[in-house]
């Protein structure tokens, strides 16, 4: 082929890129386009966080790009409008995308596929976020997998590690010199989205440094520290996982030289171990994926179609409470605190704040999703959504429903000085560490320190929640 469109979309980056790399070894030119879809502004679940990181990653990718001597060309509007007509204008023959996985991006891709071939051009797609996607693996009944252990079992067990995917250094500027850019909004204040939240830098650079950093020496401590909200022991690769500011194959080759490395060290059993605790969560990333294209009903409602009769809570002082970190849980409000500040929260907390949601106000899980997508900064539809239905106990491989985790002995265990609480809850500042994660032992100091009391009592939600699941069952 003479000239290939690359269009990218969840991939905002230039190594380790299958459909660029592929579109670069087929074709003499490769144009790299972007396009900010009317979408990005109008969607139900758009946030200012989300927005603001992908703006940034495209400005980055435009830097990287430009350094390889390519200018991304940038289009506002409708990919099934822009797309016939830039490969008019750029006389290419074809278009690559890499594939995305929301049902929505599907049905697009779909109609894509159709007025591009009507119109005389190609579109392809290539498999290029995950290792393993949709029926990729499979029980040996043919089914879907719907538990995580042996999901991750037949993962590991059918995975080579890919190589990386290669971006030659190709074609000059002057082929695409006539086609013209729009531009791109600076921030997303500039189309009615005011950031309030400090949100992590994006871009491809960052990512590789965050990879870096945590493959330096936190991944051998991962087993233990990925549970204390107050400590930096996690990759921190979520947003750029989601917005594809690094490539899997890149983390799974890192990962294969920090278990390299450990071959050598004292701890050796210690430091696999640690790597492979790691490797399990991002096979649940692609767990979660493949539930979404098997069981796409999650998107509208419980997985366990009986949960949809549930009767939850509408109390709306509850759940603005819950939104504004001040439900008088203060493991729960400093969570909720760090998530309305920086677009990011710990996985440890987001159960937390979810089985308080839904098990303590009783609040159906679907509230607390779209609170989350428009929070975060990695608001992505399947592990977001897998993440509440685990905690509601209403989704595959769930907690079950009478699992509740009790929100003073989750923070006893995992924030035992308050370390992370007295970070978001200045107000608690002088509890002692036996007392910060229960303040209403001291009603004194309570009312003086003006935090709010707990609009529940625990251990009475939870019998209501034990009955609200019985009565379904
Ligand atoms: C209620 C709830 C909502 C969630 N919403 C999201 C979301 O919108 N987007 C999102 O990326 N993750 C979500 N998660 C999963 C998890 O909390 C985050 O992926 C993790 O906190 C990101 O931090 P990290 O990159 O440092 O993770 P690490 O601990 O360093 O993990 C590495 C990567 O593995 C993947 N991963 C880790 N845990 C999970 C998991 N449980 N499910 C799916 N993928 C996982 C992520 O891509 C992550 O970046 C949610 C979890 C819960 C309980």
Redesign the pocket.
């Known amino acids: 082929m003479k000239t290939v469109i690359h269009w990218f979309r969840r991939d905002l980056r230039v190594s380790d890129n299958v459909a660029l790399s592929e579109a670069a070894k087929r074709a003499e030119t490769v144009i790299p386009v972007f396009i900010f879809e009317d979408a990005f502004r109008t969607g139900p679940d758009v946030g200012a966080a989300r927005l603001a990181f992908l703006l940034q990653s495209v400005k980055s990718l435009r830097k990287n790009l430009a350094e390889l001597g390519h200018t991304l060309v940038v289009r506002c509007g409708k990919s099934e409008e822009i797309l016939p007509q830039l490969c008019k204008e750029a006389n290419a023959q074809a278009v690559f995308a890499n594939k995305r996985y929301e049902p929505y991006a599907q049905r697009r891709d779909e109609r894509i596929i159709g007025i591009l071939n009507a119109a005389g051009f190609g579109f392809e797609l290539f498999k290029d976020a995950v290792v393993w996607e949709e029926t990729e693996i499979l029980t040996q009944a043919g089914k879907p997998y719907t538990v995580f252990t042996p999901y991750s079992k037949a993962w590991k067990a059918k995975s080579i590690f890919a190589p990386r995917a290669k971006f030659p250094i190709r074609n000059p500027q002057s082929a695409i010199r006539n086609l013209e850019s729009d531009s791109l909004p600076a921030t997303p204040d500039e189309i009615g989205f005011p950031l309030t939240q400090k949100i992590p830098p994006g871009g491809e650079r960052m990512a590789l440094e965050l990879l870096r950093k945590f493959m330096a020496g936190p991944v051998y401590e991962y087993g233990a520290s990925?549970n204390f909200p107050a400590i930096d022991g996690?990759?921190?690769?979520?947003p750029h996982?989601?917005a594809g500011t690094i490539g899997i194959r890149t983390i799974l080759a890192e990962l294969k030289r920090a278990k390299e490395k450990a071959e050598s060290g004292k701890r050796k059993a210690e430091m696999l171990a640690n790597c492979d605790i790691?490797l399990n969560?991002?096979i649940?990333?692609e767990f979660?994926l493949q539930v979404l294209h098997n069981f796409p009903h999650v998107i509208k409602g419980a997985f366990r179609p009986e949960y949809d009769q549930l009767k939850w809570s509408d109390d709306q002082e509850h759940f603005q409470a819950w939104c504004e970190g001040k439900t008088g849980y203060p493991i729960v409000d400093a969570a909720m605190r760090c998530l309305n500040a920086t677009g990011t929260m710990?996985?440890r907390l987001?159960?937390i704040v979810?089985m308080f949601l839904t098990k303590d106000l009783l609040i159906h899980w679907q509230w607390g999703e779209r609170y989350?997508m428009k929070q975060?900064v990695?608001?992505?539809l399947a592990?977001?959504n897998?993440?509440?239905q685990?905690?509601a106990g209403t989704g595959t491989d769930a907690a079950p429903y009478f699992r509740i985790f009790n929100p003073v002995s989750q923070a006893e265990k995992f924030d035992p000085q308050g370390e992370f609480v007295r970070r978001w809850i200045p107000e608690l500042k002088d509890f002692p560490d036996d007392e910060i994660h229960q303040p209403w032992e001291n009603p004194l100091l309570l009312t003086k320190s003006k935090y709010p009391p707990r609009i529940v009592l625990h251990a009475d939600q939870r019998g209501k929640c034990l009955a609200m699941f019985k009565a379904v069952k």
Do not use: I, V
């Open positions: 990925r996690t990759s921190n690769l979520s996982l989601r790691f969560e991002l649940w990333r979660y710990h996985n987001r159960m979810a989350f975060l990695d608001g992505d592990a977001n897998g993440g509440w685990w905690s």
